[in-house]
């Protein structure tokens, strides 16, 4: 099911990446700490009493006219509008209202979305006599908040939480949500115009030709797919134009509300560090992916030029050995059948339940063939597993020490697991817990 999305607004030094950090650290879910995978921190999964929900900062913009509201910050506010359930409006209360406060709220007022207005910056209890002044900008009741030190925030919470859409996700859950994902020019527009067997995405060899994410249904063998074009990300450095940078988060909430992401790579030039960072978006959101080599026609083949290419992307990619790879030409068609039906089989593997005994039998198995580590004298053990979520796979073991799991064994783990039960294509998220600990996820 997809997460409500929540998008922080507002102008620059306002507090929104201070606002975006506390609630990140306030958030209650799993966290992988995966070597080699970066990204902007302007996305993250948030929890707020039971209820996950995509945050995303939309700040860094810097007006370059102080006078009237800049183009950079219309786009900001109209893009958050698309891409949003809530827009959390963000205002500074020491310095009071602004003429560009009231340019935003004026877009916010003109859709039907819903909008949260924080005011930040009210440390104390006595709120100061303009801040009465933000109901001028006609979006209900402000929230007096300190971002810094963490005042307000929780009414806040429970504000947003509030407003999230009744039943989100749920009228399609029969609609398999295929998000393709890459860097410009690598021919995602083209791809989806040959699953589709139709020009429906405008198709240029101008990088960053699609600048919207672009849904459009498909369905094939009384299947029901829902295709999104994303705008391709480029590296910040190449982040020229405003437009362009929202692009990056455009991409980034349709990552979200995808299930299976198709990353697509230029096989001409090879893998790049802008590929693994967009992959790593991909697999931080607990994404099913699969990797589509484009553009193989072109490319002058030896003898295992494939496997070589395949083995290279297993090097590059370590924090997803999980994901397949299809070499294909949208150009020519070469292996398009296989892409929607590899992602199908992704999609049905992250909703697979692995009953608890077989589980068990498999873990102890694992252990007897493989000692748990140690530390000091004191071995780790392993009392019990289960399956607790899918869509990512999640599992939890009760263990008598979380310190003494060491990477390597729940890699270990995670191996024969997917030796197992297979999970092709999908991430297997892991939870310790000790006795005494809670056992809610």
């Not at 999305?5 to 606002?19: D, E, F, I, M, Q």
């Not at 999104?228 to 020229?240: C, F, P």
Request: aromatic share 6%; net charge negative; charged share 30%.
């Amino acid at each position: 099911m997809s997460k409500p999305v929540v998008a922080v607004v507002g102008r620059p030094n306002v507090g929104k990446s201070t606002l975006f950090n506390k609630i990140v650290g306030k958030r209650i879910s799993i966290v992988e700490d995966t070597p080699g995978v970066t990204r902007d921190r302007i996305y993250a999964e948030a929890e707020w009493c039971g209820v996950d929900f995509a945050l995303i900062d939309t700040g860094g913009i810097e007006p370059q006219n102080t006078e009237v509201i800049p183009s950079q910050m219309r786009a900001q506010a109209e893009i958050a509008m698309e891409m949003a359930d809530v827009v959390l409006f963000m205002v500074d209360g020491r310095e009071g209202l602004t003429n560009s406060d009231h340019e935003v709220a004026d877009l916010l007022r003109r859709k039907s979305g819903k909008v949260v207005l924080a005011v930040n910056k009210i440390d104390g209890s006595n709120v100061p006599d303009d801040f009465y002044d933000f109901y001028e900008l006609g979006l209900g009741e402000p929230l007096a908040i300190s971002a810094a030190n963490k005042l307000g925030l929780g009414d806040l919470l429970d504000r947003l939480v509030e407003n999230f859409p009744k039943g989100l996700g749920t009228d399609d859950e029969d609609e398999t949500k295929i998000a393709v994902i890459g860097k410009p020019n690598v021919g995602k527009s083209s791809l989806i115009n040959a699953l589709l067997g139709e020009n429906r995405v405008i198709v240029s060899d101008i990088a960053g030709t699609t600048r919207d994410s672009i849904d459009t249904p498909l369905e094939k063998d009384g299947e029901k797919y829902l295709l999104i074009d994303t705008a391709g990300i480029r590296r910040k450095s190449k982040v020229n134009e405003d437009i362009e940078r929202y692009s990056v988060i455009r991409a980034i909430a349709a990552i979200e509300r995808s299930d299976v992401c198709i990353v697509v790579i230029d096989a001409t030039s090879g893998i790049t560090d802008q590929d693994k960072k967009i992959a790593g978006l991909a697999h931080e959101a607990g994404k099913g992916i699969v990797v589509c080599v484009n553009k193989w026609d072109a490319i002058e083949k030896e003898t295992n030029t494939m496997k070589k290419f395949a083995d290279r992307i297993k090097v590059e990619f370590p924090f997803m050995q999980y994901a397949p790879s299809i070499f294909i030409s949208a150009m020519t068609g070469q292996r398009l059948d296989s892409v929607i039906e590899t992602a199908k089989v992704v999609a049905e593997n992250r909703s697979q339940r692995v009953p608890t005994g077989q589980l068990n039998s498999l873990i102890a198995d694992a252990v007897m063939m493989k000692h748990p580590p140690s530390d000091k004298g004191k071995s780790l053990k392993i009392y019990y597993a289960s399956q607790v979520g899918v869509r990512p796979p999640l599992f939890s073991f009760k263990v008598n020490s979380r310190d003494l799991m060491h990477f390597s064994y729940s890699r270990y783990l995670e191996n024969r697991i997917r030796e197992t039960f297979g999970f092709e294509g999908t991430s297997i998220k892991f939870v310790f817990r000790e006795k005494g600990d809670k056992d809610d996820v």
